[in-house]
Nanobody
Framework: QVQLVESGGGLVQAGGSLTLSCAVS????????MAWFRQAPGKEREFVGA????????YYAESVLGRFTISRDNAKNTVNLQMNSVKPEDTAVYYC?????????????????WGQGTQVTVSS
């Protein structure tokens, strides 16, 4: 079992920055990758970015490429999402997820564990 707890959400103005954090506990030694997904009202949950736990290779959705950065701290068992130059369309509930065996790393069906989500609201 893996437990995930997100933090850091809130209200931010367009063009500003926000950092989300995901605390990972449990069977972390089996985790292949961590990811962030988001879900806006009335929309499907969509991939934001992922990071492989062992080698740090990252993957990003095109909509956030160049603006968002995923990083991990293996010693602290945390995964962060640095969000820069945010836009109103970034408004969503952001979820942290973990997979024991990723393939594309962008498909939500590959992820075994999910956090409870944290709200990010970007005002224009």
């Amino acid at each position: 079992q893996v437990q995930l707890v997100e933090s850091g959400g809130g209200l931010v103005q367009a063009g500003g920055s926000l950092t989300l954090s995901c605390a990972v506990s449990g069977r972390t030694f089996s985790v292949d990758a961590m990811a962030w997904f988001r879900q806006a009202p009335g929309k499907e949950r969509e991939f934001v970015g992922a990071i492989r736990w062992n080698d740090g290779i990252t993957y990003y959705a095109e909509s956030v490429l160049g603006r968002f950065t995923i990083s991990r701290d293996n010693a602290k068992n945390t995964v962060n999402l640095q969000m820069n130059s945010v836009k109103p369309e970034d408004t969503a509930v952001y979820y942290c997820a973990a997979t024991y065996l990723g393939r594309t790393y962008s498909n939500r069906n590959e992820y075994n564990y999910w956090g409870q989500g944290t709200q990010v609201t970007v005002s224009s």
